[in-house]
């Protein structure tokens, strides 16, 4: 059993169950127990591998697809490019690396990242030493729009999966109506486990699409992603920009439960390992761009990641890196290409929604 465990259960004997979302948070962020400031989560020796981790084609297509917009909003003087969740620095890393094909847009950049974990903080610095640009970390997405508002300014915004690792809250439709799932100590009193909470909560909580769904349903929404979505959504529309979000999920309100834990690239049961396994659910695009929306925002998507990649040019990275390469890396090209874009792989479970100000821009992808 876990250190975090132990502090879990501590913590729900002196007062009461946990809702689910917090559990996310202390299984994720806790200080000291928290998964993203203990494990390093991501590669092969990691729990899993994200995108930019499988080539850096990812960061690389990324940047061009901002600097197509930049071009297309008539070269704004100066852009604040906002990271949700950089992870190891990765795909910001390839995308200032390919900018420098376009140096009048790379000056332009300042650059926030926003991260909870002090670890990934130092991975992200080492991964960005020569940029030569204005870099700030940030801890809460709050704090970064706050320091990227301005005139004459556009903001960007960048998230690869980040939202799938925000925390939820589940509800299970009872009798009586929908009823919290919450977290407490199981019977033999040394593990977690789930259980409703006696109360319903009051319908105006709950999304009208879901209000009639069967017995037993349960339905998982996620405050905290809606109120980042427009904090950025309200931001983008004073300043300007535009906003790529990447990450599993589906494209409508609906019921099922999607929260699910993964260690060494196995599921494993959402309490076996608090703070070792890392937790995440998919992500409502719709519930995004509906947000985006209400503020008067045009939105693109959700595509598949497969198809986004390909219309902005995936084939001619792999062309480019090609040339270069020895046979044994164009095996590894063809390989991380099959990775990003085949149906069976990230293609089609990882969605791609944008988010832009100016409703007559063209953009690419979708
Ligand atoms: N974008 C990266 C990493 C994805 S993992 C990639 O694609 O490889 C999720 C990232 O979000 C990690 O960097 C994690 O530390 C960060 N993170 C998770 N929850 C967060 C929160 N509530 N606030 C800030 N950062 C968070």
């Not at 109360?199 to 929404?221: M, T």
């Not at 535009?242 to 494993?268: C, M, P, S, W």
């Amino acid at each position: 059993m876990t250190n975090l465990n132990d502090h879990l259960i501590k913590l729900i004997r002196l007062h009461g169950p946990i809702s689910i979302s917090s559990y996310i948070t202390e299984a994720l962020t806790n200080p000291k127990f928290g998964y993203y400031v203990n494990q390093t989560p991501f590669g092969k020796e990691g729990d899993f591998i994200t995108a930019p981790e499988v080539s850096q084609m990812f960061g690389a297509l990324i940047g061009l697809w901002f600097a197509d917009i930049w071009l297309k909003m008539k070269r704004p003087v100066k852009v604040h490019l906002i990271e949700l969740g950089p992870g190891k620095g990765t795909l910001i890393s390839d995308l200032i690396r390919v900018l420098d094909v376009l140096p009048d847009f790379l000056n332009t950049l300042e650059l926030h990242l926003v991260e909870a974990s002090p670890q990934l903080i130092e991975v992200q610095k080492e991964a960005l030493k020569t940029f030569k640009g204005k870099i700030t970390w940030h801890e809460t997405v709050k704090t970064a729009l706050t320091a990227a508002e301005g005139d004459d300014m556009a903001t960007f915004v960048i998230a690869n999966e980040f939202f799938d690792a925000l925390p939820i809250r589940q509800f299970q439709k009872g009798d009586l109506g929908w009823h919290e799932r919450m977290v407490t100590v199981d019977e033999k009193g040394d593990g977690l486990s789930t259980m409703l909470s006696p109360f319903p909560v009051p319908d105006a909580e709950l999304p009208d699409h879901l209000k009639n769904a069967e017995l037993h349903s349960v339905i998982e929404v996620s405050p905290m992603a809606d109120y980042i979505t427009r904090l950025i959504s309200e931001h983008i529309k004073r300043n300007t920009g535009a906003a790529l979000f990447i990450d599993y999920g589906y494209n409508e309100y609906r019921t099922g439960e999607t929260l699910q834990a993964i260690e060494k690239h196995k599921f494993v049961d959402i309490f076996e390992r608090p703070g070792y396994a890392d937790l995440s659910s998919h992500v409502n695009f719709r519930k995004i761009s509906d947000l985006a929306k209400q503020s008067d925002l045009k939105t693109y998507g959700p595509a598949m990641q497969g198809k986004f990649l390909t219309d902005i040019g995936i084939a001619e990275r792999v062309q480019i890196l090609n040339k270069s390469a020895t046979s044994k890396q164009q095996k590894d090209i063809l390989s991380a290409l099959k990775r990003l874009i085949a149906p069976d792989e990230m293609g089609t479970l990882f969605k791609v929604l944008a988010i832009i100000s100016d409703p007559d821009l063209e953009i690419a992808g979708f």
